[in-house]
């Protein structure tokens, strides 16, 4: 409680100093964490179920949301949002360690629902320091946003930069350097730089640290392990009239102003097919 108490008085304080910035939605319940507001405008808008742990949240610029969806594990962000960006994290993702975000230059990060995420990982969709090619003096290191679906799991170490798109039912190997890449569904890829090990596969999010020999020979086949969930919940396919273009979520986010922008997220369509392309 007194955690709680010192965050609440510390938004105060910064509210003092800037203007029209809100916490809207479902209060959070902050354990050991802070919101810090270092700018004008800005949005916190945190669904049914939010608990932040050993989290900071810290605004250093204008017209920026953070939207957090309703978990059933515990929120554990170190999130850096710059001027006119998005942060939006769906339900039930479970982050087994800080996961660290930094969102520069007016760009955005979407994840959605049902990923794991390991140890040590990293967002970024800036270098943020400026490359010039010498023969033309053009800007060659642009930043870019990042778009993550459902059910994605990123092994330990993995740095996800700007660009990088990754359908659902993905996963991205320990140690990982993913730039710039359109991976597309139900497929492994690692390495530095990534690249695809394998596709048409499928994980399953439970942990075999304390199986014995006999939970391992069960779960040689999926079918042998007593489970609630059919194999077709974790595989995915390209659905026309559900699909969601990353691009056409980037477009609508970067034409809206900050209001339009958070009622749009409000109502992102929750359809199991929805971040798979052709």
Request: net charge positive; with cysteine; glycine share 6%.
């Amino acid at each position: 409680m007194k955690i709680i108490n010192y965050v609440k008085r510390k938004i105060k304080k910064k509210k003092t100093k800037n203007l029209n910035n809100k916490i809207l939605g479902t209060y959070p319940k902050l354990n050991n964490s802070k919101i810090i507001f270092n700018g004008n405008n800005n949005i916190i808008f945190c669904e049914n179920n939010v608990i932040l742990k050993d989290s900071v949240l810290e605004f250093n610029g204008d017209n920026s949301i953070i939207y957090l969806s309703s978990n059933k594990f515990d929120y554990i962000l170190n999130v850096a949002i710059n001027n006119n960006s998005v942060f939006y994290i769906g339900k039930d993702n479970y982050i087994n360690k800080e996961l660290k975000i930094i969102i520069s230059e007016e760009k955005n990060i979407f994840i959605g629902n049902d990923g794991i995420f390991s140890l040590g990982i990293w967002f970024r969709t800036a270098d943020p320091h400026l490359i010039y090619d010498i023969k033309t003096n053009n800007r060659i290191n642009e930043s870019k946003s990042i778009y993550l679906g459902d059910h994605i799991w990123l092994g330990q170490n993995s740095l996800i930069l700007k660009g990088t798109q990754i359908d659902s039912g993905s996963i991205i190997g320990a140690n990982s350097v993913v730039s710039n890449k359109i991976i597309a569904n139900n497929e492994i890829w690692a390495g530095n730089p990534v690249k695809k090990i394998k596709d048409k596969i499928f994980w399953d999010g439970k942990c075999v640290h304390k199986w014995t020999k006999k939970d391992t020979e069960k779960s040689m086949n999926y079918d042998s392990i007593k489970n609630d969930k059919p194999i077709d919940i974790y595989t995915y396919k390209y659905d026309s009239k559900n699909y969601l273009s990353y691009d056409e979520i980037e477009n609508n986010l970067n034409n809206m102003t900050i209001d339009e922008k958070l009622n749009y997220l409000k109502n992102i369509p929750q359809n199991k097919n929805r971040f798979v392309r052709k």
